[in-house]
């Protein structure tokens, strides 16, 4: 689905776009988003891709809209955190910076901490509604990309600007129901910057297994340690390992930078 709004040049600058189901989950402090996608550019077709993106997956997932089953939002960051400017109606997103401001800006309130005061928001969602890994939308369009293109067709597509043929595939995901649980005992237990580089986002750090859930590593924060998903990434591929006591570059991998922080 291609969103129905035009592009708003406010959203210049944008890192990433994400969803919540409802205002409710959007206001909770510290909740993330069912899923994301990153800005590659500062083009508006590079916005307006990743925001599209982000929209489809709203709306695939999400059926019921507004009354009892509340609002779907879209928020953006800026490299500063979520800020809420796009309610999903049914076939449209609005941007609430034109429709309503200080709605908006009560519920980033909450969300932030300045205020209490939770104007027309419903009771908050239980946590582990709220403490979730957002899905990597990204990740999942490379992995069902066609990798056969060859170079002069590529440049040629560039040159032109021609679309690429848009397909869809419906897959089954397994996913670890105690993931997000998890993911809060291992950076309660660990604090919340990455066990390599040092990186303090709490928003965005991920809970790391030292002995993977293939090879019967247990659930629990003594096996875990809070990453940044570059290192977790870079730790499932082989590149770092755990000596005991820290992550360490393996010896001939490719350096994943940047150093480590202190012992």
């Known amino acids: 689905m291609t969103d129905k709004d ?8 944008v890192i990433r776009y994400g969803w919540w189901k409802t205002n409710e989950h959007f206001s909770a402090p510290k909740s993330e988003p069912e899923a994301i996608s990153r800005v590659s550019g500062s083009e508006p077709g590079t916005l307006r891709r990743s925001r599209d993106l982000v929209e489809d997956d709203l709306r695939e997932h999400t059926e019921k809209y507004g009354g009892d089953f509340g609002w779907p939002v879209i928020a953006v960051d800026f490299g500063d955190g979520w800020q809420y400017v796009y309610r ?8 609430v910076r034109n429709m309503s401001p ?3 800006a009560k519920y980033q309130g909450v ?7 939770r104007g027309g928001l419903r009771e908050e969602p ?3 509604e709220l403490d979730i890994l957002p899905r990597d939308l990204d990740e999942s369009e490379a992995a069902l990309s066609d990798h056969g293109t060859s170079e002069p067709e590529l440049q040629t597509a560039i040159a032109l600007g021609g679309e690429t043929e848009r397909r869809y595939a419906e897959r089954v995901v397994w996913q670890r129901l105690h993931q997000p649980e998890l993911r809060r005992l291992t950076l309660l237990h660990h604090g919340t910057a990455c066990a390599y580089c040092g990186m303090d986002v ?3 750090i ?4 030292l002995v993977p859930d293939s090879e019967g590593g247990e659930a629990s924060a003594k096996n875990t340690r809070p990453m940044c998903p570059n290192h977790h990434r870079a730790f499932d591929a082989g590149l770092l390992a755990w000596n005991g006591i820290r992550f360490e570059p393996v010896d001939g991998a490719v350096p994943v930078g940047p150093d480590p922080g202190p012992a």
């Not at 991920?206 to 297994?209: I, M």
């Open 102 to 104: 200080d709605q908006a």
């Open 206 to 209: 991920e809970a790391a297994h």
């Open 111 to 117: 969300r932030d901490g300045k205020t209490t005061n």
């Open 126 to 128: 239980p946590r582990d």
């Open 202 to 204: 709490p928003q965005i």
């Open 88 to 95: 999903a109606l049914k076939g449209k997103l609005v941007d």
């Open 6 to 13: 035009d592009f708003d040049r406010r959203d210049t600058g």
